[in-house]
């Protein structure tokens, strides 16, 4: 187990909560992860509700959209989303004619998510929207710490022992 340092001090935002910043938990990978997590996904999904759609939704999307045939299973586990999240979430892009299930040529018994036509079209449109909360989200990075969080947080994501 890896022991929580403080914060350093310029890292601490001025806010009535300083006195926090400087407990163990304001030093904690975990917390400060799901902190800057939670606070990325607000502002992702305010920007994505005009297009009637949560990060969850849209991730659907942009994964049927760009042509890689996922399958249901396959949107479970990258996505890490109980099965019965992924299937409620496919019903809706396709009630809306955003999506639709097809077979998957290799496995009869799967099920392929791609998108519509429609479906293409409302993801290149809350793409930018997507990618200008993400701007947001981690304006106070700079491009060479943004290119090396996102390395980190794949190697995270990614990692094989899990």
Partial sequence: ??????????????????????????????????????RSLARANVALAEYDLKVRSYSVLALAADGSRPTQRELSEFLRLDPSQI???????ESRGLARRESDPND?????????????DLHQRA????????????????????????????????????
Avoid: K
Wanted: charged share 30%; aromatic share 4%.
């Fill in 1 to 38: 187990m890896v022991t929580p340092r403080s914060a350093p001090v310029s890292a601490r935002p001025s806010t009535p909560s300083d006195r926090l910043w400087s407990s163990l938990v304001g030093g904690d990978v975990a917390f400060l992860l799901a902190r800057a997590n939670a």
């Fill in 108 to 120: 009869r018994r799967a099920n392929v998510v791609v998108a519509t036509e429609r479906g293409r």
């Fill in 127 to 162: 793409r930018l929207a997507a990618q200008a909360a993400e701007e947001e989200s981690f304006r106070s990075l700079d491009e060479s710490d943004r290119d090396r969080l996102t390395a980190l947080l794949r190697a995270i994501a990614t990692d094989p022992a899990e």
């Fill in 87 to 93: 299937v409620s979430l496919v019903d809706d892009l």
